[in-house]
């Protein structure tokens, strides 16, 4: 099956600075998504891109489908950003996804 | 407001015991979809329902059996055949190609 590694593992910022999250894959695929998982453990959708740019806020995502990889990018960024970051990917006709390990983020003040 | 709602949001289990976690979505979503979620790690499919009254096997299946039985609803039970249960459940759902929105999860511990 699809592998799904993330990079960094662990991240630790001060607040107002900016960071950059990979995610590689080792298959084509259907569908990618970018989770925040909060200290609480709600799982928050981010974004759905398997190809392309996209920009929400403070938060901004690129996947390069043909070369396999998702960056997730988090500017100037705030202690309310601090969690678990999970990228997921799906290769088949079912949509079931395949979760990386994360990149345990901690922003200090 | 649509969304998915998971219940309780804590469980024990007692050994030897069944114990039941209920997944409902008003999002009139097709799928539906149950993953387990250990410390430190990313989450893994259970199992998954593509439509009412038929369900399939994830990753780690072994000690769990679901229902769908409603379009609504997707509820997994914890069996006394899963030996290592104490976990966080996640459910989630999805139509067509679109993403998939989770629920809050249940926290399972053992007594």
């Known amino acids: 099956g699809i592998q799904v590694e993330q990079s960094p593992p662990d991240l630790i910022l001060q607040e107002g600075a900016n960071s950059t999250l990979r995610c590689n894959f080792s298959?084509?695929?259907?569908?990618l998504q970018w989770f925040h998982q909060n200290p609480w453990g709600q799982l928050i959708n981010l974004f759905y891109i398997p190809s392309g740019t996209k920009q929400n806020g403070r938060l901004s995502a690129t996947t390069v489908a043909t070369e396999r990889y998702s960056l997730l990018y988090i500017s100037s960024s705030q202690t309310t950003d601090s969690g678990v970051y999970f990228c997921a990917v799906d290769g088949g006709a079912t949509n079931k996804l395949i979760f990386g390990t994360g990149t345990l983020l901690a922003v200090q003040p | 407001d649509g969304g998915i709602t998971q219940s309780p949001k804590y469980l024990f289990r007692k050994e030897g015991q069944n114990v039941t976690l209920s997944c409902e979505q008003n999002?009139?979503?097709?799928?539906m979809y149950w993953y387990r979620q250990d410390p430190g790690q990313g989450l893994r499919l259970i199992y998954y329902s593509q439509i009412v009254n038929d369900f399939q096997k994830g990753d780690i299946a072994e000690g769990y059996s679901v229902s769908r039985e409603k379009k609504e609803s997707f509820p997994l039970t914890v069996t006394s055949a899963q030996k290592n249960p104490t976990a966080f459940y996640l459910c989630?759902?999805?139509?067509?190609?679109?993403?998939?929105?989770f629920g809050d999860g249940t926290r399972l511990s053992i007594l």
């Open positions: 989630a759902s999805s139509t067509g190609r679109q993403p998939q929105h």
């Open positions: 298959d084509s695929v259907n569908n």
């Open positions: 999002l009139n979503h097709d799928a």
